[in-house]
């Protein structure tokens, strides 16, 4: 059986860094924004080239605190991708405003830049451009499009830890930065976590205050804040594998273009395209087919992970059906009827890919 990501395999390459760091949390017993909590941030804000990095609990509440600490409120528009894990959009729901959806570009499935300057209006506060599977939004005219019409943006770095647009980080180009540290991405801890990135100090210590309680001062409050801390076991995981990032990210590029070289020579199969503009990391390997159905049968019977991300944009979703009636956004719908993602991790063989392609190729020569 070849998964869609062997954590385990991870997990025993680094099991004595993370054994032995986990002991000594454990002993010092500062289990609440503690040393590590601290160590990561301040290593992750290094790593990323940004000024703040502020841990919490997850990567759905990375993007609501970023949101509500940018001020966007009930009423508001948030311009965003629907093809992308609800998350995005539950974050702009969160804090009362309305989520707005734009179409896809058909080869990176991120949010058509072209596309977004006829869905402002005078209730457009922001937009969340979504770094998909790994593949950098074009922030250039993104960025350009949001300061002729004074907008915040905040990216959505789930998918994209390690990610380039040009010399900066993802995380590192908007106004603030949203990162998951799920166990299956880039960058994974054993359980959940999170955090926003930003230059941003007055932003920086709004999201610190409202991830403990709206405090910064112990039992003292100045705003309504949640209880969205990262745990400091899942610091002391993070700390380690940070280190092993760039081997990590090189792991899963290496396996992704092994399998575009060879679905490239297949019909009816679209591989990833890259955009060149950035740094591809792949946290998924997503391609296009009408014979998707047939390649995920081949698939499971030779026991072969796979998966749908996503089946159903979010525009279709009967949770945004108040503000989406009739819309329709046909690029999106399109990409979700033909997607398939293989397995990607680092840990991935040549001769696991080779299997892979292999399936793949008698199936669509059937």
């Not at 804090?95 to 179409?103: E, H, K, M, N, R």
């Not at 209730?123 to 499009?145: E, S, Y």
């Not at 745990?231 to 290496?254: P, W």
């Amino acid at each position: 059986m070849i998964p869609m990501v062997d954590l385990k395999g991870q997990y025993l390459s680094l099991k004595h860094e993370i054994d032995s760091g986990l002991l000594a949390a454990l002993e010092n017993t500062q289990f609440i924004l503690g040393p590590n909590v601290q160590g990561f941030e301040q290593e992750a804000a290094a790593y990323l080239g940004v000024e703040h990095a502020i841990s919490c609990a997850n990567g759905t509440d990375a993007l609501h605190l970023a949101v509500r600490a940018a001020g966007i409120k009930e009423g508001d528009e948030v311009i965003t991708s629907p093809f992308t894990f609800i998350a995005t959009a539950e974050a702009i729901r969160y804090v009362g405003a309305i989520p707005v959806f734009v179409d896809i570009d058909p080869q990176t499935f991120n949010l058509n830049v072209e596309l977004i300057e006829a869905a402002i209006t005078p209730r457009t506060k922001g937009i969340i451009p979504v770094h998909l599977f790994g593949q950098p939004v074009d922030m250039t005219p993104l960025m350009a499009l949001a300061e002729k019409h004074g907008l915040m943006v905040i990216e959505d770095c789930a998918q994209s830890f390690g990610a380039a647009y040009g010399e900066k980080m993802t995380g590192a180009i908007g106004l603030a930065g949203c990162h998951s540290f799920f166990p299956s991405k880039n960058l994974g801890c054993y359980g959940d976590g999170g955090m926003i990135t930003t230059n941003n100090a007055q932003l920086a210590e709004i999201l610190r205050m409202l991830r403990n309680h709206g405090s910064n001062v112990r039992y003292q409050h100045d705003i309504i804040g949640y209880n969205s801390r990262l745990d400091e076991l899942q610091a002391v995981i993070l700390r380690v594998k940070l280190k092993h990032i760039e081997q990590f990210n090189a792991g899963r590029r290496r396996a992704a273009h092994r399998y575009s070289a060879g679905l490239a020579q297949m019909p009816d199969v679209t591989p990833p395209f890259e955009d060149r503009k950035g740094r591809h990391v792949y946290h998924q390997y997503t391609l296009l087919s009408p014979k998707r159905k047939a390649i995920q049968e081949a698939l499971n019977q030779a026991q072969v992970a796979n998966a749908i991300y996503y089946p159903i944009p979010l525009h279709q979703q009967k949770a945004f059906a108040d503000s989406c009636v009739g819309k329709k956004l046909p690029v999106s719908e399109k990409v979700a009827a033909e997607c398939l993602s293989l397995p990607v991790y680092p840990e991935l063989a040549d001769e696991q890919v080779d299997q892979i392609l292999d399936i793949i190729s008698k199936t669509i020569a059937k």
